[in-house]
């Protein structure tokens, strides 16, 4: 312990913990505060880059706003515009690419724009989706707000014309259309006909017409008389009215009925069976069997139409359990008139400048689909 008070307060322990000695014989020098003073500079630095930083992510996202607003704007009146022009019940949905908005803009092109119009009327048939897409497109206008019009280079699209659509505008909930084929659609159901409901199937082949249209070719008409016979309109040895296999394997094992055949000479004509071979199988059973089971004289009974012979024998039609007044009626009915019922065409609009064109007409499990393809097209001038 030292014997002096004042050397215990004039001495004082450096960093290291050892003791300082205050000699009177060295100058005065104030302390050493450095480090203390760069820990407070950080301190009160940090802050002000935190400060920048908000700043700068504020300024972004009100730039994203401005260009996000802008665009909304844009793809507003660019549907509003189109819906009146094409005459739309609803409104398209337009969607405009790239990013940033504002500043394709200000260079007076844009990167894509994409628009959905559905249900488009097209005469009988309601188109239920076009579809396109459009690449580099210079705009005509100052601004977002003073787009005055657009020249699309190249565009690509679709057209869905759904089946659903098809039953509901042509089918009368009584027909039905489906995909038969890459190029084929198939309609089938009921069609009512002299106050009797028979079952009808079609083919209707897709084609293109022209470099804008879409037709159709209705062909294969059949009307099918519960499972008696099959009535093709027309004038060909396939159309007109004919016996089912069924009902033709019927009749040749009720002796009545296939002998009241057999007694019309047309019908035995038609058959190609010799007189003396007929003749004696109407007074020999057992000829009759054996000439009515071949499969030949089946499949030619089949062939016969019998709108000829019923014009001759009237009665015969009736122990067949057919009513002549409906061959009656289905013979006054044309092959146009019935296939008018399936058939449809439509034709894209003509564009105001430029070229609109088909590229290929496809049948899917959904419905007919077109591809489409423009050049050069002129919008809102």
Request: proline share 6%; glycine share 8%; charged share 25%.
């Amino acid at each position: 312990m030292a014997d002096n008070p004042l050397e215990d307060f004039l001495t004082e322990d450096d960093e290291d913990g050892r003791a300082a000695q205050y000699d009177d014989n060295e100058p005065w020098e104030p302390p050493n505060h450095r480090r203390g003073s760069r820990r407070r500079n950080r301190a009160t630095g940090l802050p002000i880059i935190v400060r920048f930083l908000v700043w700068v992510l504020t300024l972004a996202c009100l730039l994203v706003l401005a260009d996000r607003w802008a665009l909304l704007y844009a793809e507003h009146k660019a549907s509003e515009r189109l819906k009146a022009t094409m005459h739309l019940a609803a409104a398209p949905e337009v969607s405009i690419g790239g990013f940033p908005f504002l500043t394709q803009v200000a260079a007076g092109r844009l990167d894509s724009v994409r628009v959905t119009v559905p249900d488009i009327p097209a005469h009988r048939v309601t188109l239920t989706q076009v579809t396109a897409t459009a690449n580099d497109i210079r705009i005509d206008g100052d601004g977002p707000t003073t787009v005055r019009g657009a020249l699309v280079r190249e565009m690509h699209g679709q057209v869905l014309l759904s089946f659903d659509d098809m039953n509901r505008e042509l089918g009368a909930s009584q027909v039905a259309f489906t995909a038969q084929g890459p190029d084929r659609v198939q309609a089938h159901g009921t069609l009512r006909i002299a106050g009797r409901d028979l079952s009808v199937r079609a083919d209707a082949r897709i084609q293109r017409d022209g470099e804008r249209g879409i037709a159709t070719s209705v062909d294969g008409i059949r009307l099918d008389i519960d499972d008696l016979a099959t009535y093709r309109p027309g004038t060909k040895p396939t159309e007109g009215l004919h016996l089912t296999p069924a009902s033709a394997r019927r009749i040749s094992r009720e002796e009545e009925q296939i002998k009241s055949f057999l007694t019309v000479p047309a019908i035995v004509h038609r058959l190609g069976v010799p007189d003396s071979v007929v003749n004696a199988a109407l007074h020999d059973e057992d000829k009759l069997h054996q000439l009515t089971g071949a499969p030949r004289f089946l499949h030619e009974l089949t062939k016969i139409n019998l709108v000829d012979v019923a014009l001759a024998h009237p009665g015969l039609l009736k122990r067949l359990g057919l009513d002549p007044s409906l061959l009656t009626t289905l013979t006054k009915l044309t092959r146009p008139q019935i296939a008018d019922r399936f058939s449809f065409a439509f034709q894209l609009p003509k564009p105001p400048g430029g070229t609109l064109r088909l590229q290929s007409v496809t049948v899917g499990k959904d419905g007919i689909r077109a591809d489409v393809a423009g050049t050069g097209l002129l919008l809102g001038h």
